[in-house]
């Protein structure tokens, strides 16, 4: 999926201290940066666990609606010597508005990929750390997982392949496409 296709009317930019957000108004009508900040949500009694990896995920049930709150993190050897940050290339070139955007893309075009509900940057002089913040849906698992507790059948193959199939048809080609990164519903 390369160049920039429109948005749509509902998407929505706003002007932080420090840096920016993107968010689906039709989605969070009444987004403020507060959302970004698990202490916010914590302290309304609405953080609903997390799930652990390069740092914590954040699981959020507010008003009968599910968020997952997820601040970009670091991986590999560039973990130890910047945790969080990234190098400012502008704000189209940051994680969050990349992924936003790409996600509300597919989400639109019917694959199934969770709705994004906002993104965040914050610009700190030559670097920027970043937040996003989609719908929560409900998944049996990953694939691998799947597989550690029996062998799927070979419709659940055929579905996936074709479910696969969809997202390259589209352009979309996935860096790090393994077991672990396909959840299934």
Avoid at 42 to 53: H, P, S, V, W
Avoid at 124 to 138: F, K, Q, S
Wanted: proline share 4%.
């Amino acid at each position: 999926m390369n160049g920039r296709w429109a948005l749509g009317p509902e998407v929505k930019h706003g002007a932080l201290a420090g840096g920016a957000m993107l968010y689906d108004a039709s989605r969070v009508g009444n987004l403020s940066p507060n959302w970004f900040d698990p202490k916010y949500w914590e302290a309304r009694g609405e953080l609903d666990g997390g799930a652990r990896g390069r740092g914590t995920t954040h699981f959020v049930r507010s008003a009968g609606k599910d968020y997952v709150l997820r601040h970009y993190r670091r991986g590999g050897l560039i973990a130890r010597v910047s945790g969080d940050r990234y190098v400012w290339q502008g704000e189209e070139s940051t994680r969050p508005f990349e992924e936003w955007q790409l996600t509300y893309r597919l989400h639109r075009a019917g694959l199934p990929v969770p709705a994004p509900l906002a993104a965040r940057y914050r610009h700190h002089g030559l670097t920027y750390t970043g937040d996003i913040i989609t719908e929560r849906v409900p998944v049996v698992g990953s694939l691998s997982e799947c597989l550690r507790t029996g062998a799927l059948s070979l419709l659940t193959w055929i579905a996936i392949g074709r479910c696969i199939r969809r997202f390259h048809d589209l352009g979309v080609c996935h860096a790090d496409l393994n077991a672990h990164n396909v959840l299934l519903s």
